[in-house]
């Protein structure tokens, strides 16, 4: 830990470059990928930006996970399933979601019906 706690941190950050502010007010954070979200109510937020980017810290007491219950599915694997079994994108979204996301499988069940 440093010694000279936030103010030195502060000035450290801005000899880096980087610009920190806390966001007020936020009710909630959710982290979204293809298979479950993440909610997170009443976090403490921080941003650091530098130059073109900016970084989020999230911190959080508690969270709620939550799974989905039709997962999502890139474009790219739709289009790559129906390319491969030659059926519909949304024949190939259906067999995605009869495999649970997995690729091979969702083809196979395309091309062995």
């Known amino acids: 830990m440093m010694r000279g706690g936030n103010r030195e941190m502060r000035r450290m950050l801005d000899k880096m470059g980087l610009e920190m502010k806390d966001i007020q007010n936020v009710q909630e954070v959710i982290i979204k990928t293809d298979t479950k979200e993440i909610i997170i109510v009443k976090p403490s937020v921080t941003e650091m930006k530098a130059k073109d980017n900016s970084i989020f810290q999230v911190i959080a007491e508690s969270y709620e996970e939550r799974e989905l219950e039709v997962p999502i599915f890139s ?27 997995d690729l091979a499988r969702a083809i196979l069940l395309l091309t062995t019906k």
């Open 75 to 101: 474009q790219d694997d739709i289009m790559l399933v129906a390319q491969q079994a030659n059926v519909s994108p949304e024949k190939a979204t259906q067999a995605l979601t009869e495999a649970k996301g």
